[in-house]
């Protein structure tokens, strides 16, 4: 049974997905990326049911909390957040570039790389898959960064929040704990340990930047705006 | 070992990545694309747009001119229209030739906004000219990035430009020697048709270019 301590964090989280949902509707943000839309749903539902699978499962008369309370569930829910994690990624990447023809060869060339090493990985491979699939969307939203940064490419406030929020939470949570779990170092643990506030503290960045206010460049013309595709036409 | 060694490596590359990108600045970028989408640039672009057109007025109405004046047996006032049209040629590939040099070093904002197609070889008549953009279409499909191909997009304008001045040239001398002679009209004809064509390609990485250029001023 877990402590009252991780309830709370797992209500917390539930919440605040709620509250980035909700923030992410009201501005219309879902339009810009629209996986990731899916993917807070899909988190909030897979971790609601897990949450209810926590609280019933000792109740004797009820088998379907022990089947949210396992690891086969939890297998197939990592599963299928790291696929659409995957797909956040790509659209992220089709969407930064999408203003720019020139860049959308070399954009598709990194995108296609990282997926089909991913899926070679994942294949051929002995390593975990969850934390391959992590590393996978980390390449794939580095490729992006790296299209951003050769053609300096301005970017929509909320695809630097997707971004910052991702990159650095699934680089130290996913990748390089699961390089050091392999490795036998005893860090894996400690990160491992403050996972969950971690992600308690990404999930409040992304309410953040879903409610924020409208972000303005001074000096700028409209027309120049809805060009680079910071502003809606 | 390798594999430990290779993904090591791409760990690094993927945080050096990231720290770059951390360092981006919204407010910059967008300024920086604004000034290299202003109206001065756009009317640096319809300046040579007007220069690309009255060149090409030049070079035809004098060729025009020299093949009536030709079938009128008027030889002589044929080789001075001629060379009137030769003149226009003549003075306008340098230019042409300094710009493509000078848009050499501005290339890599530009060609995020446009595509990099390479030149077409069916829209050009000399021979030597559709083999130089035959080349560079097949390196064209070899290169990987952007800037690589809007290099190569330069290089292959500027020797092009080269050939076609040597074969207008050419075929002016031969022409004025031997007026009576198809062969130098016919070659002047397709030279001409190449240069323009050229021309018309070179406005358009002008076109791409001429936003940076603002940009690194």
Known sequence: MPSALQLAITLAGEIGLAVVIVGVLRRGLHRLCWSFLVYLLAVLIYSSVGFAGMLFYEVPSLEWP??????????????????????????LGLRVVAAFPGTWRLARGLLSAALLTTTAAVTFGD??????????????????????????????AWYRALLAGFVPYLFVFSTLQSI???????????IGSIDQVAYLALVGWWAYSAWRAEETVTDVSPAVLRRLGLARG | MFFWILGSLGFVCVALVIGQAARYRHERTVKQWDRMLSPGMRFAVQSLELEVQADAA???????????????????????????????????????????RAMAVLIRMAAALVPVRPLRMRDYHLRELIAVVGVGAALHQVLVSALERFLLRLQVLGVGFRLALRVVVGARRQATSAPASRRPWGDYERALEDWKTLDREHLETFKALAKSLEMQG
């Open chain 1, 66 to 91: 022990q089947w949210f309370w396992s690891w086969d569930f939890w297998h197939f829910q990592q599963t299928a957040l790291e696929v659409v994690k995957l797909a956040v990624a790509v659209e």
């Open chain 2, 58 to 100: 030049m070079a035809d109405s004098g060729f025009q001119g020299a093949q009536q004046a030709r079938d009128r047996q008027d030889l002589a006032e044929a080789i001075r229209l001629l060379e009137l049209s030769s003149r226009a040629v003549e003075d306008a590939t340098p230019n042409r030739l300094r710009r493509l």
């Open chain 1, 180 to 190: 050091l779990t392999r490795r036998g170092d005893a860090l894996a643990e400690r």
């Open chain 1, 127 to 156: 390593a975990p898959q969850h934390p391959l699939l992590a590393t996978g969307t980390i390449w794939l939203f580095a490729a992006v960064s790296l299209v951003v940064i050769i053609f300096n490419l301005p970017l929509h």
